[in-house]
């Protein structure tokens, strides 16, 4: 098997897709982690877009973008996540298309700059779960009893609320029990819950609190954080 090298970054949901899969694979690899403040030479020189993940492929070839990464292990490595056929298949490409989606409203979410763009952004995300609620069947994943890349890809998505959670209430899947369990059932994955560090939360928290949006007003201090019940 090749000598598989993921650089990453400790918050990165992009990340943490390539990390889900190969763990789902039970295939060896290592993280080498990049300050993305403070590029090194030596990642800028084989990173064509300066971001996060790339996969080192036997210290020789380097991939860079994650839907490539995640494709490239699938057809590489079983067990397959993608779905055989090939309409199903780019039915799930299309809804991992939709997670990227997401995770640009998530973006606007956390920098949005007063109350009135937080909660625009907050009903787009509160839109993007009403679509995949019309999406999902009976679970506990999004194609049923199989995990698939698709999962892989939302994972990262609902973490962030995990977070968001222990300071407010976003109130976005109060209508959604269908992707309120699939969440929980992502939760409980261990290749989801062991995509990012232990600390990942103190490290998100710091991160949204450093970044003088609406929602760095929010972020109480992690002494004091409590979790916000569901309304």
Avoid at 74 to 87: G, S
Avoid at 89 to 108: P, Q
Avoid at 138 to 143: E, K, L, N, Q, R
Avoid at 159 to 175: C, G, H, I, W
Wanted: glycine share 4%; hydrophobic share 50%.
């Amino acid at each position: 098997m090749a000598k598989l090298t993921l650089i990453s970054h400790h918050l990165c949901p992009y990340v943490q897709r390539a990390v889900i899969a190969v763990i789902e694979k039970e295939a060896p690899f290592t993280r080498t982690y990049v300050d993305l403040a403070r590029k090194p030479d030596w990642f800028k020189a084989i990173s064509p877009l300066g971001k996060v993940p790339l996969l080192r492929i036997d210290e020789a070839e380097v991939l860079f973008e994650s839907a490539v990464i995640c494709d490239y292990l699938d057809e590489t490595i079983a067990p397959q996540l993608h779905p055989a056929d090939p309409i199903a298949r780019a039915k799930h490409r299309a809804w991992i298309e939709f997670a990227s989606a997401t995770l640009n409203d998530i973006w606007g979410y956390y920098v949005a700059p007063d109350a009135a763009a937080f909660e625009k952004k907050r009903e787009a995300l509160a839109g993007k779960f009403a679509w995949l609620e019309r999406a999902l069947g009976a679970g506990p994943y999004f194609a049923g009893s199989r995990f698939s890349l698709v999962d892989a890809a939302f994972g990262p998505v609902f973490r962030y609320f995990d977070v968001f959670e222990t300071f407010l209430n976003p109130k976005v899947f109060d209508a959604t029990p269908k992707v309120r369990a699939w969440r929980a059932a992502l939760a409980a994955r261990p290749s989801v819950r062991d995509a990012v560090l232990p600390d990942y939360p103190q490290r998100l928290a710091a991160f949204l609190q450093a970044r003088g949006s609406y929602l760095s007003t929010l972020v109480l201090p992690p002494a004091i954080r409590q979790p916000v019940a569901a309304a």
